[in-house]
């Protein structure tokens, strides 16, 4: 005989609901993080500080706090070294340099779209192109207003080519591909999620500190103190908080759900853009990030349509 008691269905409902609220109040702050993550990271380069220093401060943070687990494996791991070498090429310093420069040349408003929007088509691509992966029709439209997104954006600065737009757009896209190899290898390389990002961060860190330690020491003796106190809380805690915060987004309410809200970051870096950057977004910008949003919703599988059953009557 079962003598493990059922709980009442109002309990379940309740720890549901509670799961729920839990699961999108730490989605939204993932994706807040990562839409000021754009704005901050787009006011550092376009003339505080260099793409390097950036970087540097990004990476410090996670190389030491997540030490124990890279130091466990030592700096090249003894298995999945070519999944690890596109893990590290597709989030680590050679990614972040990419999209770094491409916000020297692009507002905020349009690194949303370009960017977190793009990924996941690239990552639907590669699998299809690839792996076989077979896509619902649901999802092909939201890959295709993902492609409307970019399209938008990225036909003003075909159209608007002398402001050197172009540039950063092109730039965006390419960080997207190099993130889909990230994502991709990523389960593939056979590690803890610890030890993956604990490596990329230690030797993103190495690579960079010759390029990005003398900037931030010289920017420190100029009085940029706080900037750079502000930038280290955004790249380096901020990153890791946010990528924990979606963790358990992931967990309270599923992959698809939790991926939906990245359509959410687009428009906040375009938000916190204006009273911070005091750039406004024009109508490529506000298409392109209605676009997107829409798409990753639809694309992740967080929207779907559910077929009535046929009900058999006499």
Not at 53 to 74: D, E, H, K
Not at 286 to 303: E, K, M, R
Request: hydrophobic share 55%; proline share 7%.
């Amino acid at each position: 005989m079962d003598a493990t008691p059922s709980l009442p269905p109002a309990t379940l409902e309740a720890a549901a609901r509670r799961d729920r609220l839990i699961g999108i109040g730490a989605a939204l702050f993932a994706v807040s993080i990562w839409g000021a993550w754009i704005v901050a990271t787009r006011h550092a380069v376009s003339g505080h500080l260099p793409p390097a220093a950036a970087g540097w401060l990004r990476f410090v943070v996670t190389a030491v706090v997540l030490a124990p687990a890279w130091w466990r494996i030592g700096l090249i791991p003894k298995t999945g070294r070519l999944p690890f070498l596109f893990c590290f090429m597709g989030s680590g310093v050679c990614f972040f340099l990419v999209v770094g420069n491409a916000m020297r040349f692009v507002p905020a408003a349009d690194v949303g779209p370009l960017l977190p929007g793009t990924m996941p088509l690239v990552v639907a691509v590669v699998l299809v192109a690839f792996f076989g992966e077979r896509l619902s029709r649901l999802r092909m439209i939201g890959f295709a207003c993902i492609a409307l997104g970019v399209l938008a954006l990225g036909g003003r600065g075909i159209l608007e080519s002398h402001d050197g737009s172009w540039r950063g757009h092109l730039l965006l896209l390419t960080g997207a591909v190099m993130w889909s190899g990230y994502t991709i290898a990523f389960p593939r390389a056979g590690m803890s999620s610890a030890e993956i990002v604990g490596l990329i961060g230690i030797w993103s860190l190495i690579i960079l500190t010759p390029f990005g330690l003398p900037p931030l020491i010289a920017a420190f003796n100029a009085g940029e103190g706080l900037e750079i106190l502000v930038q280290l809380g955004i790249q380096g805690v901020g990153a890791l908080v946010a990528l924990l915060a979606f963790g358990v987004a992931i967990e309270k309410l599923g992959s698809s759900r939790a991926a939906a809200f990245t359509g959410l970051v687009p428009p906040l870096a375009a938000l916190i853009a204006v009273p911070v950057l005091g750039e406004h977004p024009d109508a490529a910008a506000i298409t392109g990030i209605v676009a997107t949003g829409l798409g990753v919703a639809l694309a992740s599988g967080a929207i779907s349509v559910r077929r009535p059953s046929r009900a058999h009557s006499r």
